[in-house]
């Protein structure tokens, strides 16, 4: 068997200034990591609960009998 040979990458992150802890340089590295790629929704039926644009009125048409529709009489 003939090993492979090692090969040499530019490191992920550099510490320029002070000396983190091994936990501290492990939280960084997860936010970044985290931070690289958006999660995938899952497809499905979207629930239209919370859609702004139910929120939006028609306008309000003056005729004679607009103060029984405006409080839900008819």
């Known amino acids: ?8 990458s530019a490191p992920f992150l550099t510490v ?6 091994d936990a501290e340089l492990a939280a960084l590295v997860a936010v970044l990591a985290s931070a690289g790629e ?3 929704a899952a497809a499905g039926p ?3 609960w919370g859609d702004p644009a139910l929120q939006l009125r028609s306008a309000a048409m003056p005729s004679s009998g607009a103060w ?5 009489y008819r």
């Open 1 to 8: 068997m003939s090993e492979q040979p090692a090969v040499a």
């Open 16 to 21: 320029l200034r002070g000396e983190p802890t």
């Open 38 to 40: 958006p999660a995938t």
């Open 46 to 48: 979207r629930s239209l």
């Open 68 to 72: 029984t529709s405006a409080i839900g």
